[in-house]
Every structure is written in C-alpha cells, then in structure tokens.
C-alpha cells in the first residue's frame, strides 16, 4: 500500500487521497452535518497532550508488543489451532480504526509507518475466498462472533483506504463482503444462524459495515445484504430495533439492548441517509433520545454492566467499549440532526468518560469508568481475554484510543453552506469548503479551564460561507463578538455566522463556567454531581487530608470554587479550592484516581431540586433558585 507524506503542517500534511475521496452513492437524505474527510487538526493543551501520550505509548507500541495481532489470522488452519476468544478477529480492526482516527490529529509519520505495516500484514492474510477472520476454515463466519469481527476489520480498513486512495484496501473489503453475501444470502442462511442466540447482536453488526461499502461502491448486492439483516432484526431473539423504536419503547426495554447493539443502530442511521426513509430517521433518533435519558451516566459513559438498563444512577460496570461505541452514535445522530446539543454530548462524553479511560501516560485503557469507584488498567479486571502473544489485548484496550481519534470527525463538520465549530480547546484546525476553498480555523484559548476563546477565520481568499458556532446548553449567559461587534447568541443551540470571511477575522466568546449541577436519585439519592462547563468534578482523596466519609453536605447557593495550582503528579488538568472550614479540593474527573485512589463524582450537596430529564435540558442541569427548572 503506497501512502504520500509531505512534511509540515504549514506544508498541508496529508495522505493523498484524502481530499480526492468521493462516495459512489448519493445519499438521498443529504446529512444536516457530514464529517469532512479533508479535516486537518492540531490539538493543544491538555487533550493535545493526552493525543501524544496515546500514539507515543500505545498506538506505536501495540503491535510489536503483541505480535499475535496479525499472527492469528496466518495460523487459523495450524495442526493445534489457538485458544481464541469470540471477539479476538475484532482486535486488529479496532486497532486501524483508532489509529487511523488519531493519526488525523498528528499527522505522525512513524504512526503512519505503523498503520501501513499492520494493515498490509493484515490484507496478506485474506483467504482466496474472501475470509479475513483468524479461526479454522470449518467453522469461518459460523463461529462465535466471526461476523462482528468482519464488521470491523471493513471499518478499519475502508478508513485506510479513504486516506490512502489504495485499490488494494479496497478489493479487500469487497472479497469479504462478498464472501460473506456468498456465505448467507445466497444460500438462503440468516446472519442470526451464524452462532448461538447469545451473539446474535454482534454478529448483525455486519449490516452497518455493508451500508458502509455500498457509500463507496455503489454496489448494489452489499445493500441488499443490509436490507436482509434488518429484516433479521425481526426475528426473535433479534432486537427488533425499528418497530420497537417507532412503537415508542426506550431501547433498554428492547430485545437485545446490550451495548453491541449499538453498532446496528449505526446501520439505521445510515439506511435513513441511504434511502431518504423516515422511518429510519424517526426510529434512531428517539432510541437515541431514549438512552440519552435512560442510560448516559453523569460521567458522559453508557450503559451498566455492558447494557441498557434505564437508569443512569446503576452503579454497575460503564465499559470503555460501550462508551466508544456511544460517541461513534452520538456522531450519528449529530450528521442527521445538525442538533447541536448531540455536540455537547460527544463533549461529555470525550472530555470526562473518554479522558477518565485513558491512563494520563497513554499506556493503558480501563475497562470500567465509574462514577465512583477507582480506575484500573483493562488487564486488571478483563484479564481473561489476554492470550498467548496478545498479553496486553482485550476489547477495551484497542478500542478506547478511538474516543480521542473522533475528535478529528466532529472538532469541525462541514454544513450544507459552510461548516460547523463544535470543538473548542487550543488548535488549528483546516478544511476545504465545498467550492475547494480552504479555511484555516485557529483558537487561542485555554478552554475548557477558561470560558474565553478566541477564533481567528481565515479563508485563503475571501470567500463567503456560514459558519456555526456552537453554543452550549450549559452556557446560560454567552457573549460573542465578531470583528468586535456584539453577536446574540442562544444556548443549546448553534450560533449562524453568514458573511464573506476575510483574513483576519476574529471572534471573541466568552462562555458561562458558573457551577451547575445535577441532582442525583435512586441509588445517587441527596447527592449531586458538580459541572464547571463541560467538566465533571471529582473528590479525590490525594489532594483531600479529609476522608470523603467526613465531608460534611455543601450546600449549592453558597459554593465556591477557586482555581489553584499544584505539582503532584500526574498533574490534574484542573483543581479547584472549595470555600468552607476545611480544606477541601476537587479536580476534573479525568484526573480522578489518576494514582489508584477511591474517588467520588456524586458529591453530598444540599440546596437544590431535581431537575426532571428533558430534550432542552438533557444533562437535567439546575442552578442555586432555578427552583429544578
């Protein structure tokens, strides 16, 4: 696979086919919002640094540090076959798919070294008819959870091929789908017959991968093939996602709302951009709403114990995995809706779950992130998933790098008539509008500690196009200017800035970072979680000489919260004095327990009402006299 570098930033790096990609299908319910492949992204600060720590100490090291990642596939016919798990073909997709994703926000050359090298091992596995999976050749798409593990190696690889543009990349893709059409449809099989009824979720999985390759081909037999999957979803066990979605059941009242269902939501996603049909459309967007309300914890994470439950206070296990697999339909539901409050949620999500995931050295993953409770690398408490040449491989530590890769699809979107801001934090971000202008968008700010950011505009020519701001729900007093001139702008929805944009331009935001909070119940009863911004808050016992038994209730009208400084390491992100007779510090949740510590979100705070879920206040945010709004 031969892939172009050209060095330097201000050189535009990019893979040579990143801007020369285009779809073979046009989708006939155009998305309010679309990920804009040419995107070029630059963090700093704290997430920036988080970026590096991740490629540096995971993404680079993985492969040679588990070199069964690849050797499994050239093994699968071996006299002694290996002990394997399910899920162990879904490792190396998830691996291209987070790399690919986070070289997008480095542009790394070693990165983009080790991309090509496990990707072209990988491809050199395929069997002559098609097969990309690692288990023997008489149990191949009918063991356990074979099809899933199919389902990422296309994402993985159709994300290497829209930044490399190699034919091969795709010809691989294409002999798998159409093994696995040859495998099924055309022998009259049901992909619920692949396994047992316990993996039926995972395996349908394969229907989004299909919808996938069809955008890119046009080939008609792959969405044929998606088509029979839905039609499986009918079928019990299966999880019946349409007609229970459009019959008005919350998803963790469905047949199969574990969180690997997830991923054959995406498919409806895409069915409703495929096809232009409501019903799609109408189905995912109140699932989404549904998990929204009943099973996205305070931390960003979802689900409990690996599922939906309908209730967001369950203190069971929030998998890493489940939390990614959110984020990736929370970027769903954003390119179908233009919504900005979906923004806020990615935000949630990425800055508190997805950041609390990571180790701070980036050298490893949890696999639970709870409210309370400590963080543990992955291998601690899903260590029976390692095997013999994978010792640091499970299914949350080749998947949670893929939180900070999505940042490169939704920091800047591109709008029907322009593009769309939802990322804010120091940076530099690049795009080419539709009519081929570039516009190059630089922050200058120290967000999410601060709620000053400053946005310079700068387009290579004048040119004219709207630009979306987006205007957090938690921002209740939000003050923009653009060029110097006072801007009206309203929360919880995005800002619309038409104009001919000019070198030079600026925008100065100053966001609302005033505490609010959420009232906690069932088991988080007379507790609340407290937010500064994006940012939940944690007690942490490091930086506390008070055990958290003796904190005595704060009451919300009356707390303080001052920013201080401190050299511990690993180094807090944010630490904040709380005003009271003893000294009490909290920190931003992804922070907690950074050195094995017990922390807690759920804080004993009095003063305030609950604030019942709705769609304009989604994270049920209250202030000290909002009365529970």
């Known amino acids: 696979m031969e892939w172009m570098i050209v060095a330097g930033f201000a050189a535009c790096l990019c893979l040579a086919a990143s801007e020369a990609w285009v779809a073979q299908v046009a989708y006939q319910a155009p998305p309010r919002l679309e990920v804009n492949p040419g995107v070029r992204c630059i963090l700093g600060g704290f997430v920036g640094q988080r970026v590096r720590a991740n490629r540096d100490e995971w993404l680079l090291r993985m492969p040679a540090a588990n070199p069964a990642l690849i050797a499994m596939f050239r093994d699968r016919d071996a006299a002694e076959p290996r002990d394997l798990l399910p899920w162990s073909g879904e490792f190396v997709g998830k691996y291209l798919t987070a790399a690919v994703l986070c070289w997008r926000l480095t542009r790394d050359r070693e990165l983009e070294r080790e991309i090509r090298r496990v990707a072209s091992e990988f491809i050199a596995t395929q069997s002559p008819e098609g097969y990309l999976g690692p288990f023997p050749r008489a149990g191949r798409l009918r063991t356990g959870w074979d ?30 789908a159409d093994f696995i059409c040859a495998t099924f449809p055309e022998h009259g099989l049901r992909v619920s017959q692949a396994a ?298 995005y800002l619309l800035l038409a104009r001919t944009w000019r070198e030079g331009d600026r925008i100065e935001m100053d966001l609302d970072l005033r505490p609010h909070f959420w009232v906690g119940e069932h088991e988080c009863a007379g507790k609340a979680s407290i937010y500064r911004g994006p940012l939940l808050l944690a007690y942490d016992p490091r930086f506390n000489p008070i055990p958290f038994s003796g904190i005595a209730s704060l009451e919300a009208a009356s707390l303080r919260l001052a920013r201080v400084r401190t050299a511990d390491e690993p180094t807090p992100w944010l630490l904040l004095r709380v005003n009271g007779e003893q000294p009490r510090y909290l920190c931003d949740f992804a922070s907690a327990g950074a050195t094995g510590t017990v922390y807690h979100s759920w804080l004993p705070i009095g003063g305030l009402a609950p604030a019942p879920f709705s769609r304009e206040n989604p994270l049920r945010s209250v202030r000290p006299g909002d009365g529970g709004r």
């Open 147 to 176: 099809l899933w593990g199919h389902y990422h190696a296309l994402v993985g690889l159709l994300l290497c091929h829209r930044e490399s543009g190699d034919p091969a990349t795709l010809q691989t893709c294409r002999r798998a």
């Open 196 to 493: 047992g009824a316990g993996d039926i979720e995972m395996n349908q999985a394969i229907a989004h991968g299909m919808l996938l390759l069809y955008r890119e081909t046009g080939e008609p037999r792959y969405l044929e093939m998606a088509h029979r999957v839905e039609r499986d979803w009918e079928t019990p066990p299966a999880g019946d996602y349409v007609r229970t979605a459009l019959a008005g059941l919350p998803f963790w009242q469905t047949p199969k709302p574990r969180w690997e269902s997830l991923h054959n939501l995406m498919a409806i996603a895409e069915l409703a951009l495929v096809t232009g049909d409501d019903r799609y459309r109408r189905a995912f967007t109140h699932i989404w709403w549904s998990i929204v309300e009943g099973d996205r914890h305070n931390t960003g994470g979802f689900s409990s114990g690996e599922q939906a439950c309908g209730n967001p206070y369950s203190p069971q296990a929030i998998e890493t995995c489940c939390t990614v697999a959110w984020a990736a339909l929370s970027l769903d539901m954003l390119r179908l809706t233009g919504d900005s409050l979906v923004a806020d949620e990615i935000e949630y999500s990425t800055l508190n779950a997805g950041l609390g995931a990571q180790c701070p050295s980036g050298r490893w993953w949890t696999y639970n992130t709870p409210m309370d409770g400590q963080r543990k690398a992955s291998f601690h408490d899903i260590g029976f998933q390692c095997r013999p040449g994978l010792p640091e491989l499970n299914c949350c530590s080749v998947n949670g790098p893929r939180l900070l890769g999505m940042i490169s699809q939704w920091a800047l979107m591109q709008s029907p008539d322009g593009l769309a801001l939802n990322y804010y934090g120091p940076c530099r971000l690049q795009a080419t509008l539709p009519s081929g202008v570039q516009v190059i968008v630089r922050q200058e700010t120290r967000y999410p500690l601060e709620g000053r950011v400053a946005i310079r505009v700068t387009p290579e020519r004048p040119t004219r196009f709207i630009l979306l701001l987006r205007i957090p729900a938690w921002s209740e007093q939000t003050a923009v200017k653009v060029n110097g001139r006072p801007v009206s702008a309203r929360p919880g929805a």
